[in-house]
């Protein structure tokens, strides 16, 4: 312990587990929903979806091999959309889910992005991006088009990236009070 109230590995891990609870209820309101996850784990056993061990090296790699995966199967698009924004809205979800163009990107208020979704992909559409920088939004967008796929933009929204984000997560008015798990 640290002498903080709350705080550590424990905490983080039970935040883990409540923002992938909420996340996973907040899309599965939109589409069907698939756990990814990077290995076998018993974790979320109330979570009825089908689960799969992420592929790949890098996190670019892991998000063009679970895109790749969902596209082969036979869906129309394919996402993946993160775990640190348990306050999404159903409405930004449901744009980055319904947009038209090879690619929509949910950007983040870091810089980053909260989801991506596909109706097309390409080996080269994360080359040379950054990942976990406050360039990755844009350099993605810059690399899908480089790749020939046209980008969209869902809305903007924050996420959780470090403890002070909690604070605002903690008074947002788009956190679901009844449904969340934390």
């Given at each position: 312990?640290?002498?903080?109230?709350?705080?550590?590995?424990?905490?983080?891990?039970?935040?883990?587990?409540?923002?992938?609870?909420?996340?996973?209820?907040?899309?599965?309101?939109?589409?069907?929903?698939?756990?990814?996850?990077?290995?076998?784990?018993?974790?979320?056993?109330?979570?009825?979806c089908?689960?799969?061990?992420q592929?790949?090296?890098?996190?670019?790699e892991?998000?063009l091999?679970?895109?790749?995966d969902?596209?082969a199967?036979?869906?129309?698009?394919?996402?993946?959309?993160?775990?640190?924004?348990?306050?999404?809205?159903?409405?930004?979800?449901?744009?980055?889910?319904?947009?038209?163009?090879?690619?929509?990107?949910?950007?983040?208020?870091?810089?980053?992005f909260?989801?991506?979704?596909?109706?097309?992909?390409?080996?080269?559409?994360?080359?040379?991006?950054?990942?976990?920088?406050?360039?990755t939004?844009?350099?993605t967008?810059?690399?899908?088009?480089?790749?020939?796929l046209?980008?969209?933009?869902?809305?903007?929204?924050?996420?959780?990236d470090?403890?002070?984000d909690?604070?605002?997560?903690?008074?947002?008015?788009?956190?679901?009070?009844?449904?969340?798990?934390?």
């Amino acid at each position: 312990r640290h002498g903080r109230r709350g705080g550590g590995a424990e905490a983080a891990a039970r935040l883990h587990t409540a923002f992938v609870r909420d996340a996973a209820a907040r899309v599965a309101a939109c589409a069907p929903v698939e756990l990814h996850v990077d290995r076998e784990t018993d974790a979320w056993p109330e979570l009825a979806c089908p689960r799969r061990v992420q592929t790949g090296g890098g996190l670019g790699e892991r998000i063009l091999a679970a895109l790749r995966d969902g596209l082969a199967r036979g869906y129309d698009r394919a996402a993946v959309i993160g775990t640190d924004a348990p306050d999404l809205p159903l409405g930004h979800i449901a744009e980055l889910l319904n947009s038209e163009s090879d690619v929509c990107l949910g950007p983040a208020e870091d810089g980053g992005f909260w989801g991506i979704c596909c109706g097309r992909i390409v080996d080269t559409m994360f080359d040379g991006v950054p990942w976990s920088s406050g360039q990755t939004l844009e350099r993605t967008q810059e690399a899908c088009e480089r790749a020939g796929l046209t980008v969209s933009l869902a809305p903007r929204w924050a996420d959780v990236d470090e403890p002070e984000d909690l604070v605002r997560l903690a008074a947002s008015q788009s956190l679901d009070r009844a449904g969340a798990t934390a």
